[in-house]
Each structure stands twice: as C-alpha cells, then as structure tokens.
C-alpha cells in the first residue's frame, strides 16, 4: 500500500451508465479505498437559457456558494424568475447526481440521503478567509455545526465551466493523515458535547468521533509545514468532467477552477460495501475504542 490517493478515471458518458462487472468492481474499490473516481466524458450540459448563470453576479456576496436543500435556494440573488430557473438547473443535476450514485453503487441506493447541492460561480480562491475556512488547504471535510457519528460524507462535483479546468491538490492516505495529527487533538472535554448540543453550536451530539474528524480537519490545515511538504499530487479536472469521492477520506484542496456543481450525500455506515475502511472504523483500531454509535 502506498500513501497516495488513488484517482480512477472512469470511461462512462451517461448519468445512469451500464457498466460491466469489472468497472463495477473497480468504482467500489476506488471510492470505498479512498480514491477520487472521474469520469472525464461525464459532462452536465446546461440548456441555452441556463448559459447566464455563468456568472459570479448570481451570488447574493454573502455565502460563498449557492446552495439549494430540501426545495430551497440559498445565497443568490436575482429576480422570482431567474431565480426558479436557477433553481431548476441545480435540481437537475441534483437528481442527475443521485441517479449516478445509485447506477454506480446499488448497495447505495436504499440509503442514499441527498444533502445540499451548491452551485459555485465564484472563482474557488481568492476570497479571504480564516486559515479554518480555506479550501485551498489541504483537508478532510468535517462540519463544526454538523456532527454525523461516522456516517459518509460522499460528493458528486462536476466542472461545468466552459474553458477552465478545476484543479485540486490531493493528498495522502486517510490512514497517514490521522497517524500523523491524531496525537495533536486535544481531548474532549467531558460535557463538552453536551452543552455544545444544548447551546445550538452543534446539531445533535458532536460523538468522539466527530471531535476527532474536526481536530484532524484543523490539524492539517493549521500545519504549513504539512501543506507544503506531505505526499499531493495535483489534479486537472477539465471542462465537463464529473468526479466524485467520500470528501470525508480523501484529503483535497481546491486551487482553481470556477463553475462548479456539486451534490452531499449523507450515507450511513450500513450501506458500505466494506465498512471496515470507513474513517470511523480506521480511528476505531487507532485509538483501540469505540468512537461513536453503531449505525
Ligand atoms: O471548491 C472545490 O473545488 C472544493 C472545495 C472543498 O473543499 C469542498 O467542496 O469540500
Ligand atoms: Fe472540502
């Protein structure tokens, strides 16, 4: 085993692809193994009228990205109508996402629960912000707000610019990044997650699991000695590629690109293929005890 991330492409051009039992095989072992898998000929094509939302001026200049959840579009701007028509556009690849997900993983598809979608029309740095916030940063995705006790944080992301490539940074193993910073976190303090729950700074209990997943998300990024000099490669994602990995593994950071669609999936444990690669069972051997609640 080596300690760099494994990137897969994938050579299917539909939403809902027939793949045989070997690309089958090999999308599973990528994902679950803490792979990116790109499918470079995956493209999401937006309809004539859909053209104008190329463009920074959609976003309200508050939040970052747009983001539609549960029927609602949040952090655009524009009127009633172009608004419902921005909303329409990230609704289709939202359903498009989902159906790639469960085409690609049918042990999935019982259990897949779709999470926001966001549309980025911002450049995907250059803004500034806290060392904590910056993308730019190698990490691993973990949600101060959100605690998910182990459950999978998958995303779908397609470039849907018509001229730049995205370009990611991706880094090492899982396994070696929380070798390397699990000793730095500190320890939860007892009713810490409590309170944090009782107080709306969290929703829901932040389990040990999470504590730990947000200490090795900050641990990373604090670390410019680490950004600068740990096992990366640089990942080219051209105009109309979609790709997708468990942004809770794969330690990635955005260094270009503008235009992007993406879709969470929040997925229990129980619809993995093999849970014993999961990061909740990985941090479970390392500290030798339970780090949340089965799922
Ligand atoms: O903007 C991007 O390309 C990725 C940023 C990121 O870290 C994420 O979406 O989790
Ligand atoms: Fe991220």
């Known amino acids: 085993m080596t300690d760099m991330t494994d990137i ?8 809902a692809p027939a793949l045989a039992a070997d690309a089958q095989d090999l999308a599973v072992r990528t994902l679950e193994g803490g792979g990116v898998l790109v499918l470079p000929r995956l493209a999401f094509p937006l309809a004539a ?7 920074p001026r959609w976003s309200d200049g508050r939040a970052k990205n747009i983001s539609f959840d549960r029927g609602k579009l949040k952090g655009a701007r524009g009127s009633a109508d172009e608004l419902a028509a921005l909303s329409r556009m990230v609704a289709r690849f939202a359903a498009e996402a989902s159906t790639l997900v469960t085409t690609l993983f049918p042990r999935y598809a019982p259990h897949v629960r779709r999470a926001r979608t966001s549309f980025r ?8 912000v806290s060392w904590r916030k910056d993308d730019s940063r190698l990490h691993v995705d973990a949600f101060p707000s959100r605690p998910n006790q182990g459950e999978r944080i998958l995303r779908v992301f397609c470039n849907v610019s018509p001229d730049e490539d995205r370009v990611w940074r991706v880094g090492e193993s899982f396994e070696a990044v929380a070798r390397r910073f699990l000793p730095g976190v500190r320890r939860q303090i007892p009713g810490e997650a ?5 107080l709306h700074v969290t929703k829901g209990l932040r389990s040990p699991y999470d504590h730990l997943m947000l200490g090795l998300h900050d641990g990373a990024k604090r670390d410019l000695a680490y950004q600068a ?3 990366q490669q640089v990942v080219r994602f051209a105009p109309g590629t979609t790709w997708l990995c468990f942004s809770d ?9 503008q ?6 999936i929040d997925l229990p444990l129980t619809a993995l293929y093999d849970r014993e690669r999961s990061p ?16």
């Open 194 to 198: 409590r309170w944090l729950s009782a």
């Open 8 to 15: 897969v492409a994938l050579d299917a051009a539909s939403w």
């Open 229 to 231: 000099n740990c096992t």
């Open 49 to 55: 009228d859909e053209q104008r939302f190329l463009s």
């Open 249 to 257: 593994q794969v330690m990635h950071a955005a260094m270009s690109g």
């Open 121 to 128: 029309p911002q450049p995907a740095v250059g803004r500034a």
């Open 280 to 295: 909740l069972a990985i941090l479970e051997r390392l500290c030798g005890r339970a780090l949340a609640a089965a799922r």
């Open 259 to 264: 235009y992007m669609l993406e879709q969470t």
